[in-house]
């Protein structure tokens, strides 16, 4: 079956500007997380919803971040005003459910985000 | 969350078996040991995550000794398809939804 999809994958933006990332879970999956990885350094949770709501947001750098999942499946990642220390690969990740002794998380291949 | 310490980086011959070792000297009761694989390019993909004692699958082995503070990935007859980063977590499984990675081992395999 399909894996998780992100769109685009690649992004390149001019400082002040705003962006949205798209990803697409493994159908069925109810819980969503985003990460952003830095070169050289391992992913860095940012968000994670179960259904349409973010459970934990507790990663967001700052208020300029925003994610949603209106329908509990597609989510977006927004970033306002971006900065350049944004420049990252934007990962998305699904998994069946959270609250489990096995929670394997499906990652999709990112979207890396240039700020100019 | 356990903190987790493992080598920066790791060359191997191709045929070899490799063994990375991780430290998680402070591990909680509940916590469960992770790890996960990254390709250039790609996200990262679950390879086998253990408790206690060891488990095995098609891709790896996971050793964890009585103490759990220590876990060890074996890799067997690794191949140039191997050379990726290796990430180890030690964290709750139940409920444990915010994987922290930490910086991983980049394998590098030469033929």
């Known amino acids: 079956g399909a894996g998780v999809s992100q769109t685009p994958s690649n992004k390149v933006t001019e400082k002040g500007k705003y962006v949205e990332l798209r990803c697409d879970p493994i159908s069925g999956h109810t819980a969503l997380y985003w990460y952003r990885q830095s070169l050289g350094q391992g992913p860095e949770f940012l968000i994670y919803f179960q259904g349409t709501g973010a459970a934990d947001d507790s990663g967001l750098p700052n208020d300029r971040f925003f994610a949603v999942r209106p329908e509990g499946s597609v989510s977006t990642l927004k970033i306002q005003r971006t900065e350049r220390g944004d420049s990252a690969v934007y990962l998305c990740?699904?998994?069946?459910?959270?609250?489990?002794?096995?929670?394997?998380?499906?990652f999709g291949p990112g979207t890396r985000l240039t700020v100019l | 969350l356990a903190k987790t310490t493992q080598p920066i980086s790791m060359d191997s011959y191709e045929g070899q078996e490799v063994n990375i070792t991780c430290s998680h000297n402070?591990?909680?009761?509940?916590?469960?040991i992770t790890w996960y694989q990254q390709f250039p390019s790609q996200g990262p993909r679950f390879i086998i995550q253990g408790y206690k004692t060891k488990v095995t699958n098609e891709v790896a082995s996971l050793f964890i000794p009585a103490d759990r503070k220590s876990s060890t990935l074996s890799l067997p007859r690794v191949s140039l398809s191997d050379t990726a980063v290796y990430y180890c977590l030690a964290g709750t499984g139940a409920g444990s939804y915010q994987l922290t990675f930490g910086k991983g081992t980049k394998l590098s395999v030469i033929p």
């Open positions: 990740a699904s998994s069946l459910r959270a609250s489990s002794s096995y929670n394997e998380q499906f």
């Open positions: 402070n591990i909680a009761t509940n916590d469960y």
